[in-house]
T-cell receptor, first 115, second 111 residues
Framework: DADVTQTPRNRITKTGKRIMLECSQTKGHDRMYWYRQDPGLGLRLIYYSFDVKDINKGEISDGYSVSRQAQAKFSLSLESAIPNQTALYFC??????????????FGPGTRLTVL | KQEVTQIPAALSVPEGENLVLNCSFTDSAIYNLQWFRQDPGKGLTSLLLIQSSQREQTSGRLNASLDKSSGRSTLYIAASQPGDSATYLCAVLYGNNRLAFGKGNQVVVIP
């Protein structure tokens, strides 16, 4: 089945460490997104990419960076993790050929804890 | 800025009752509205997507309506079952293909 996968699924790290979360997809979609989910705040967009050479900031990009290594891969990095980056992180994809429909499909999430 | 509100935040219903979940959004200039289901600690599963030109979508026991001019959508789940217990998220696609999410309706169906 065409799918969106995220690694790792769970990660505990310490303040100041560099962390990379990875997302890969076999859906053949060109658009990829990173979101974080916090209790009481809902999902918020961190970064998104519409193609391999395209990177765009979302509403909460400070403290994060991304890399789109290939159409199927989109990585999120925390250069120096801090405790308020503890959250559930989701990757999503969509297909520009859908036009305005642009349905997004989500990965299973990565639970990140920063101590 | 697009803001999405879901009311009520949490509800419990006896098995067999119909569920009605409400979503409202502040800017009617949307491309589509998507309803998702999320189980605790899990990812999001897309349930229904209504394009801005549509009034409703149906899938099995689920029906979602959209009134774009008033900024409202309603998700109906007929004859609820314990397996319907989950959090339901509403999201609107707007602007430069961005999704704005509500905080969810947490549903418990009591056997």
């Amino acid at each position: 089945d065409a799918d969106v996968t995220q690694t790792p699924r769970n990660r505990i790290t310490k303040t100041g460490k560099r962390i990379m979360l990875e997302c890969s997809q076999t859906k053949g979609h060109d658009r990829m997104y990173w979101y974080r989910q916090d209790p009481g705040l809902g999902l918020r967009l961190i970064y998104y990419s519409f193609d391999v050479k395209d990177i765009n900031k979302g509403e909460i990009s400070d403290g994060y960076s991304v890399s789109r290594q290939a159409q199927a891969k989109f990585s999120l990095s925390l250069e120096s993790a801090i405790p308020n980056q503890t959250a559930l992180y989701f990757c999503a994809t969509s297909d520009r050929r859908q036009g305005r429909r642009n349905e997004q499909f989500f990965g299973p999430g990565t639970r990140l804890t920063v101590l | 800025k697009q803001e999405v509100t879901q009311i009520p935040a949490a509800l419990s219903v006896p098995e067999g009752e119909n569920l009605v979940l409400n979503c409202s959004f502040t800017d009617s200039a949307i491309y589509n509205l998507q309803w998702f289901r999320q189980d605790p600690g899990k990812g999001l599963t897309s349930l229904l997507l209504i394009q801005s030109s549509q009034r409703e979508q149906t899938s099995g026991r689920l029906n979602a309506s959209l009134d774009k001019s008033s900024g409202r959508s309603t998700l109906y789940i007929a004859a609820s079952q314990p397996g319907d217990s989950a959090t339901y998220l509403c999201a609107v696609l707007y602007g430069n293909n961005r999704l704005a999410f509500g905080k969810g309706n947490q549903v418990v169906v009591i056997p």
